[in-house]
C-alpha cells in the first residue's frame, strides 16, 4: 500500500532538492506534483485541493533555518498535513457499557465478519476482555457458520439463534446472555447492505436504536478506493457510526480512502486489517502512517509488535544459553516462530526506515522460511540440541532429507554460527538498558520534532 504514492511524492520533493530558498514559484511547481500524486493515489479531488493550499500556506510563511533545507522543510510540512489530514492521533474504543456493544456495519464483502472475529481476538489478548461475538447476518449464506469458524479460531463464543430472522431480538437476547455469562464485551456482525436499500437501511437503524451500542463501526475496503469514501458518507448519514475501520490495507491499493475518509465524514478511522491471519489488526496512527506514506518507516510498531510477542521468561532462560554458548537449533526455530507471529514479513521490513523502498521489488512472503524449517526438521533431536557435530556426511543426509541442496545446509550452518556470536555480543547490553531503549521507542511521537 501507498508504494506509487510514496515513490511520486519523492520524485515531486526533488523539485526543491539544491535549491537555496523557497519561493512562491518552487512551492507551487511541487505541489502541482504532490497533488496530482494524491490524486493518482484516488484521493478525492477537494481534499486533494485543500491539502496542498494548506501545504502552500504554510511553506511561504515559515523562514528557511539555515540548518534545514527547503526540500527537507517542505517534507516536514508534507508529514505534519498528511497526518492532520488523517486524524492527528490515534482514537481509542469507548467500552464503558456492561456489557460494552460494538455494532459492525458496512458492504456485503467489505470483511465484517473477519474483522469481528480480529477486533474479539485483540480485545481478549491485549485488553483482557471477555468478549461475545454475535451472529445478525441473517440473510447470507453459511454466514453464522463462517463466523462460528472465526470465533472458534481466536476462542471466542458465537451467540446464534438460527432460524430466528428478527436481528433486533436476537441482539437483545445475546446482551440478556453476556450479562449473565459475564461477558463485557458483545460485538455484533450484521448483514451487508446498500445505502440505497431503504428496507436493509431501517433495519440496522432499529438495531442500533435497541441495542444503544458503545460504539458503531463502519468496515470498508480500502481497495475500492474513492468509492469506499462515496459509501462511508451515505452509511454515516444514516447511521452517525463512530469510526471507520479500512480492511485489505496490504493489498495492491492506492490509498485514497485512507487520505480522504477522515476529512470527508468527520469521522476518525479507528483500525485497519492488514492481512488474513487474525492477528492483523491494527490500531490506525495517524503519524505512523504518515511516516510510512513518506518513507520513514514505522518503528515504534515494529517495536510495539515484537513486544507484544516477548515472553520474558522465554528470553531470560535464552540468555543463560547464550552466555554459556548453548544457543541450538531449538532455539533457533523457537525464534522464527515469535518473527512470523509478529505478521506479514515483507510488512514488516517496511517498517525499518530506508528499507521499505529498497525491498518493494523483491518477493517476500509468509513462506521465506519454509525452507529454513524444513532443514532443521529434518536434523534428529541431538543434532538441534548440538549443532556442533553436524559434520558433512550428516550435513548431505539433512539436505536429502528436507529436499535441498547441500549447499542451502552449509549455507545456513553459517547464517546460525553468525547468529550465534552476535547474540553472545549482545549479552553485554544489559536487560535494563534494552528496556529503556524499547520504552523509549514505544512512546517516541511521529517521526520529527516539531519546528
Not at 6 to 33: H, M, P, Q, W, Y
Not at 63 to 78: D, R, Y
Not at 363 to 383: H, R
Request: net charge positive.
Amino acid at each position: 500500500m501507498f508504494e506509487n504514492l510514496s515513490d511520486r511524492l519523492e520524485r515531486s520533493f526533488k523539485i526543491l532538492k539544491g535549491e537555496g530558498k523557497i519561493t512562491e514559484i518552487n512551492v507551487a511547481e511541487t505541489l502541482k506534483d504532490v497533488r496530482r500524486a494524491l490524486l493518482d493515489a484516488d484521493v478525492n479531488y477537494k481534499v486533494a485541493k485543500t491539502f496542498t493550499d494548506v501545504v502552500k500556506q504554510k511553506a511561504l510563511g515559515m523562514n528557511v533555518l539555515t540548518a534545514v533545507k527547503p526540500g527537507q522543510l517542505m517534507v516536514k510540512i508534507v508529514h505534519d498535513e498528511l497526518a492532520e489530514l488523517m486524524g492527528g492521533k490515534a482514537e481509542e474504543l469507548k467500552l464503558e457499557g456492561r456489557p460494552a456493544v460494538i455494532l459492525m456495519s458496512g458492504l456485503q464483502g467489505s470483511g465484517k465478519t473477519t474483522f469481528s472475529g480480529k477486533l474479539a481476538n485483540m480485545l481478549k489478548t491485549k485488553r483482557h476482555k471477555n468478549p461475545l461475538l454475535v451472529a445478525c447476518d441473517v440473510y447470507r449464506p453459511a454466514a453464522i457458520e463462517q463466523l462460528k469458524v472465526v470465533g472458534a479460531a481466536v476462542g471466542v463464543p458465537v451467540y446464534t439463534e438460527e432460524g430466528n430472522k428478527d436481528v433486533v431480538e436476537i441482539a437483545a437476547h445475546a446482551i440478556q446472555e453476556a450479562k449473565a455469562r459475564n461477558y463485557n464485551v458483545v460485538i455484533v456482525d450484521t448483514a451487508g447492505r446498500l445505502a440505497v436499500d431503504e428496507e436493509m437501511m431501517d433495519e440496522i437503524e432499529a438495531l442500533k436504536k435497541a441495542v444503544n451500542p458503545d460504539e458503531t463501526l463502519f468496515v470498508v475496503d480500502s481497495m475500492t478506493g474513492q468509492d469506499a469514501v462515496n459509501t462511508a458518507k451515505e452509511f454515516n448519514d444514516r447511521l452517525d457510526f463512530d469510526g471507520v475501520v479500512l480492511t485489505k490495507l496490504d493489498g495492491d491499493t492506492r490509498g485514497g480512502a485512507a487520505l480522504s475518509i477522515r476529512t470527508v465524514v468527520t469521522k476518525p478511522i479507528k483500525f485497519v486489517g492488514t492481512g488474513e491471519k487474525m492477528e492483523a489488526i491494527d490500531v490506525f496512527h495517524p503519524e505512523r502512517m504518515a511516516d510510512r506514506i513518506l518513507g520513514m518507516g514505522d518503528i515504534v510498531s515494529l517495536v510495539e509488535r515484537a513486544q507484544e510477542q516477548f515472553d520474558e521468561k522465554q528470553a531470560k532462560e535464552l540468555e543463560k544459553k547464550i552466555r554459556k554458548n548453548k544457543f541450538d537449533f531449538n532455539d533457533f526455530m523457537a525464534q522464527i516462530q515469535q518473527i512470523k507471529k509478529m505478521g506479514n514479513i515483507k510488512d514488516l521490513a517496511a517498517m525499518i526506515p530506508g528499507v521499505g523502498k529498497a525491498i518493494k521489488d523483491i518477493d517476500l512472503d509468509d513462506d521465506a522460511f519454509k525452507g529454513v524449517e524444513a532443514i532443521i526438521n529434518s536434523m534428529t533431536p541431538k543434532e538441534r540440541a548440538n549443532p556442533d557435530i553436524i559434520n558433512q556426511s550428516r550435513r548431505m543426509r539433512i539436505a536429502k532429507g528436507s529436499g535441498s541442496k547441500l549447499d542451502d545446509v552449509n549455507r545456513l550452518m553459517k547464517q546460525f554460527d553468525q547468529t550465534r556470536k552476535m547474540m553472545k555480543m549482545m549479552t553485554g547490553v544489559s536487560n535494563s538498558k534494552m528496556a529503556q531503549m524499547a520504552n523509549a521507542m514505544k512512546h517516541m511521537k511521529g517521526g520529527m520534532p516539531k519546528l
